[in-house]
C-alpha cells in the first residue's frame, strides 16, 4: 500500500493543487483536516469519492498509481483493470516532465478586425501536456494549412506563450490576420528597420511586410513548442 505522502503527491499532481488549503478547498474540507491525515499516514476514504465525483480519478490509480488516472471521461464512465506491471513510479512525480495536466485545445480560425477587440478562440478538444509544456500563458493550438511546413506540419500542435510579446527577429510568432484568423509567420525587422517581414516556411507563400504597430496590435505571443507526428 502506498504512503500518505506518495497518494497525495498523486492528488495534488491530478487536481494542480500546489497547498493543502487549495486541496482542502476542492475536498470541501478543512486544512487541519489534510495534517491529521499526514499524521495518520492515511487517506480518508471519503476523498477519493470526491475526487472521483469532481474529477474522475480512479480511486486505485490514486492509491497505488496502477491503472488509468482516470475513470470518468467526457465520453462517459469507463472502468478498467490494470495488471501490476503497469504500476507508476512515483519517484520523478516532483519532475515537470513526469506532472501532467488537461489543457483546452483551440481552433486557430478567429475573426479579427485591426480595430476590434481580440476575439475568442473556440475550443476544439483537450489535450493532456506535461507541465513543462502547459505552462502560465501558454495556449494550445491545432495547426491549420501547410505554409509552416515542414517545421510545423498541419494538424500538428503547437504551443504559443501569450506572455513573450516582444520582436525577436527570426523566431516565430502567433499573429491575427484579417478573414484568416491566427497565423503562424516567421518575423524579420527589414534593412531600414522600418516595418517587420513575416514570411512563410514554404517559398510557395508570398512575405508580408508590416508596420511595427500593426505587428504589436497583432500579435498573440512566440511558438515555444511543437508536437507532430514525422
Sequence with gaps: ??????????????????TQVELAEVLGIR??????????N????????KLFEKFGLNPDWLKQGMG????????????????AFLAENTAAYGDDQAKHLVCTEFS?????????????????????????LARPG???FQ??????????????????????????????????????????RRVFLDGPQTAYLLRSESPEFPETALAPEQVRQRLLGRVVWTLQEF
Design 108 to 132: 486557430m480560425p478567429a475573426v479579427w478586425e485591426d480595430a476590434g477587440e481580440r476575439p475568442e478562440f473556440t475550443p476544439r478538444g483537450k489535450i493532456s501536456l506535461p507541465l513543462s
Design 1 to 18: 500500500m502506498s504512503s500518505f505522502a506518495e497518494i497525495y503527491g498523486r492528488i495534488t499532481l491530478a487536481t494542480n493543487c500546489r
Design 138 to 140: 501558454v495556449l494550445v
Design 143 to 184: 495547426m491549420r494549412g501547410n505554409n509552416m511546413a515542414p517545421l510545423i506540419s498541419p494538424g500538428s500542435r503547437f504551443g504559443v506563450d501569450t506572455r513573450e510579446n516582444a520582436i525577436t527577429s527570426g523566431m516565430i510568432y502567433a499573429l491575427f490576420a484579417p478573414n484568416e484568423g491566427l497565423v503562424l
Design 42 to 49: 492515511s487517506v480518508p476514504g471519503d476523498w477519493y469519492m
Design 31 to 40: 486544512q487541519s483536516s489534510i495534517s491529521d491525515a499526514k499524521r495518520r
Design 68 to 83: 488509468p488516472m482516470y475513470l470518468r471521461t467526457e465520453e462517459g464512465y469507463a472502468p478498467q483493470d490494470a495488471p
